[in-house]
T-cell receptor, first 116, second 110 residues
């Protein structure tokens, strides 16, 4: 079975500091996508960053970057220069395609609080 | 601006009532999804659709039903609401790989 595990239910970081959120997954598939989504309190869930499994280069979006270790099935998110607006639930997600069916699996989330 | 819209944002309703949660997207996406999420918890897929007149049940058993008569519209209906249905319901759509989410409907059944 495919699973996504986020082992840190809650984290906090000082404003302007760097924080890393961990995510591991389990799959026998070779082609898949990985995502980090951000869900601010009472607000819309939005995509932070995505990574195609066939790409070795780690994805980067401004202050957000990932450390993708395919062999270890690890996909951590690094937030640099943390801002108060980064306070949110962060969900790691995995997507694969099988016989025309696209399956998304989400982790249980990490609640990040950025402290002033 | 292309987006995905859910109404109502909040709903408090009594047990036994029939309710429909609306979801519309203006991005022309074929694939649409309904997720159930308890506060601060993971998402559970309850329904999905790959196009008009195509609907499937997700991983989490749900007493709700969905319909997909138009590409842009994917409403979810509960025929008889119960307190166990109290949760947040997120609608999402996708073209290529990333899911785009609506704001969600927070449902409370008293």
């Amino acid at each position: 079975a495919q699973t996504v595990t986020q082992s840190q239910p809650e984290m906090s970081v000082q404003e302007a500091e760097t924080v890393t959120l961990s995510c591991t997954y389990d799959t026998s598939e070779n082609n898949y996508y990985l995502f980090w989504y951000k869900q601010p309190p009472s607000r819309q869930m939005i995509l932070v960053i995505r990574q195609e499994a066939y790409k070795q280069q780690n994805a980067t979006e401004n202050r957000f970057s990932v450390n993708f270790q395919k062999a270890a099935k690890s996909f951590s998110l690094k937030i640099s220069d943390s801002q108060l607006g980064d306070t949110a639930m962060y969900f790691c997600a995995f997507m694969t395609q099988n016989s025309g069916t696209y399956k998304y699996i989400f982790g249980t989330g990490t609640r990040l609080k950025v402290l002033a | 601006e292309a987006d995905i819209y859910q109404t109502p944002r909040y709903l408090v309703i009594g047990t036994g009532k029939k309710i429909t949660l609306e979801c519309s997207q203006t991005m022309g996406h074929d694939k649409m999804y309904w997720y159930q999420q308890d506060p601060g918890m993971e998402l559970h897929l309850i329904h999905y659709s790959y196009g008009v007149n195509s609907t499937e049940k997700g991983d989490l058993s749900s007493e709700s039903t969905v319909s997909r008569i138009r590409t842009e519209h994917f409403p979810l209906t509960l025929e008889s609401a119960r307190p166990s249905h109290t949760s947040q319901y997120l609608c999402a759509s996708r073209g290529n790989s990333p899911l785009h989410f609506g704001n969600g409907t927070r449902l409370t059944v008293t």
